[in-house]
């Protein structure tokens, strides 16, 4: 079965530092553009972070530009967003997902993914 599973969502205090994971099955990831969505509620969904094949190419969004850092392991066929510094207003529903590519680049927008997985919830709170 082809398919993205998030994992790492819970309660954390502001200040806090969460990862999230974002596994590929059926498919091997290294080869695709990978973004990290988020979506609060009554807001529309927000492209946090991406990473591109091979690497070379990583994007952040302003607001969590210096506190959030994507990154890949190939051998888990897995690509992470570690968070740092959450604030309250980054609580949301956070997605990943994967888009093939020939070129080694990535921009923070959901059009033409080929796979989404189905999401984990972070609530940053006291």
């Known amino acids: 079965q082809l398919q993205l599973v998030e994992s790492g969502g819970g309660l954390v205090q502001p200040g806090g530092s969460l990862t999230l994971s974002c596994a590929a099955s059926g498919f091997t990831l290294d080869s695709y553009s990978v973004v990290w969505f988020r979506q609060a509620p009554g807001k529309e969904r927000e492209g946090v972070s991406c990473?591109?094949?091979?690497?070379?190419?990583?994007n952040y969004a302003d607001s969590v530009k210096g506190r959030f850092t994507i990154s890949r392991d190939n051998a888990k066929n897995t690509v992470y967003l570690q968070m740092n510094t959450l604030k309250p207003e980054d609580t949301a529903i956070y997605y990943c997902?994967?888009?093939?590519?020939?070129?080694?680049?990535?921009?923070?927008?959901?059009?033409?993914?080929?796979?989404w997985g189905k999401g984990t919830l972070v609530t940053v709170a006291s």
């Open positions: 990473i591109s094949r091979s690497d070379r190419m990583t």
């Open positions: 997902a994967a888009k093939k590519l020939l070129l080694s680049v990535c921009v923070l927008s959901g059009d033409a993914m080929e796979y």
